[in-house]
């Protein structure tokens, strides 16, 4: 699907859009939208980076933020203490074809391996949180 602002394409485990954005540009708007619903960056991968110290490989521009909403976070351990194990949430940033990709997992379909139930909602309202942040950007 086309819009003005980018490319937008569900795919099976989360949401991406392209945009016609510098990498760099990308990221900060990707922050910002992140910071606008809620969330904070509790950790940061850069796969350019990492890959060129331990493998010696050049690689795109690819980040991973590793976001989380605290209130949702919360909510979501009080139903299930180990959904520590799938948290914080990951939003990746890359390079591609001359554009940039920015890309949130569905957390609906990441909770839905816990069956759980009370899940549900937290997951939904994550969604619609993330959504919102990929079609900011």
Do not use: W
Not at 44 to 73: H, M, Q, S, T
Not at 80 to 88: A, I, Q, Y
Request: aromatic share 6%.
């Amino acid at each position: 699907m086309q819009s003005k602002k980018g490319t937008l394409s569900d795919l099976s485990y989360g949401y991406e859009r392209t945009v016609n954005l510098s990498f760099e540009q990308t990221v900060e708007k990707t922050r910002q939208a992140l910071t606008a619903e809620g969330f904070g960056v509790l950790c940061e991968i850069d796969i350019k980076e990492k890959l060129k110290e331990k493998l010696g490989v050049d690689f795109r521009n690819y980040i991973i933020l590793g976001a989380c909403n605290p209130p949702l976070a919360y909510r979501a351990l009080q139903e299930e203490l180990n959904v520590g194990l799938l948290l914080p949430c990951n939003v990746v940033v890359y390079e591609k074809d001359g554009k940039s990709v920015v890309a949130a997992i569905d957390a609906s379909r990441m909770l839905s391996v816990i069956d759980n139930p009370r899940l549900e909602s937290v997951a939904t309202e994550v969604n619609d949180k993330l959504r919102r942040v990929v079609d900011n950007v």
